[in-house]
């Protein structure tokens, strides 16, 4: 999702990194916590790790988690 070329900005990024995953876009908090999160990863060499890390994070929550 975030390779994809069409896509340029965080924002643009994120809302359909939640469109996939939750069928709805990032609440203003979500979205701004994640743009927070990208922020302060700039000293990373791989730029793809902070997207996997939100990735993750994405995945590992109550809300996309089925309990049965």
Do not use: C
């Amino acid at each position: 999702i975030v390779a994809n070329g069409q896509l340029k900005s965080h924002e643009q990024k994120i809302n359909r990194m939640y469109l996939v995953s939750y069928s709805r876009r990032p609440t203003e908090s979500e979205l701004q916590s994640f743009l927070n999160f990208l922020a302060g990863g700039t000293e990373q060499k791989d730029v793809g790790i902070p997207w996997q890390r939100l990735a993750h994070a994405l995945y590992n929550t109550k809300e996309f988690i089925y309990v049965r």
